[in-house]
């Protein structure tokens, strides 16, 4: 797909079913997936299963709507690699965004997850179960990513570097994305990154807990 629009369907915008899709530039826009499909009402805009590949450079996926990945789902040992791309305004109970329930989820260059939300309004961006990371690979300025994990604390990117911090947010403000020395974690937000040097408590020092929230 070079360019060109996925709207308004009822059954998901693009359903990748062990094969592969690539689409540069374009928009899938406007979809649902609302139990109804063979996905059950996951992936209102994308739904890749059984080992399918869906690529996506330039290319925008927004105002999709789900029960689990409104935006996109990614299933049994799948893959969705996105660069340059946009993921925003979408809607599902989880991973309005993203789901990764099974599989590979790649970004790199200025890619964006944000925007998205859960079915009462609240952040939720990529949707991690338990043991899944993002693999990165060369993010740049402007990339945004906001990350919601089903337990915390838990490492949630594969390759990523103490640099790559600033491109990653917690959904959840009662959590924060650190860095511990060999990896990116979502912890939470009353335990001060341990490269501060500053204690864990944030009642035990009210100058450092004005320095953190600064």
């Known amino acids: 797909m070079n360019g060109g629009a996925i709207t308004n369907?009822?059954?998901?915008g693009v359903c990748v079913y062990g094969g592969a899709f690539t689409m540069n530039g374009g928009t899938i826009s406007g979809n649902t997936a609302s139990g109804n499909n063979s996905g059950g009402g996951y992936g209102g805009g994308v739904y890749v299963d059984q080992g399918g590949t869906f690529t996506i450079t330039g290319g925008e996926i927004s105002g999709n709507t789900a029960v689990g990945g409104g935006g996109v789902y990614v299933n049994n040992n799948s893959t969705f690699a996105m660069t340059n791309s946009v993921i925003s305004g979408n809607e599902a109970s989880k991973g309005g965004g993203v789901y990764m329930n099974s599989g590979h989820l790649y970004v790199s260059g200025v890619s964006s997850v944000s925007g998205n939300t859960n079915s009462v309004g609240a952040a939720n961006n990529v949707y991690l179960p338990i043991d899944k990371e993002i693999a990165v690979s060369n993010l740049t300025a402007g990339a945004s990513i906001g990350v919601t994990t089903a337990t915390v604390p838990v490492t949630f990117t594969a390759g990523a570097s103490e640099d790559d911090s600033v491109y990653f947010f917690?959904?959840?403000?009662?959590?924060?994305?650190e860095w511990d020395g060999s990896k990116l974690l979502l912890a939470s937000g009353t335990v001060y990154p341990s490269y501060l040097g500053?204690?864990?408590?944030?009642?035990?020092?009210?100058?450092?807990?004005?320095?953190?929230?600064?």
């Not at 369907?9 to 998901?12: A, L, M, V």
């Not at 917690?170 to 994305?177: E, I, Q, R, T």
């Not at 009210?206 to 600064?214: N, Q, S, V």
């Open 9 to 12: 369907n009822g059954d998901c």
């Open 170 to 177: 917690s959904d959840n403000p009662g959590y924060h994305v």
């Open 198 to 214: 500053l204690p864990a408590d944030p009642t035990d020092d009210t100058e450092a807990d004005a320095i953190i929230r600064a």
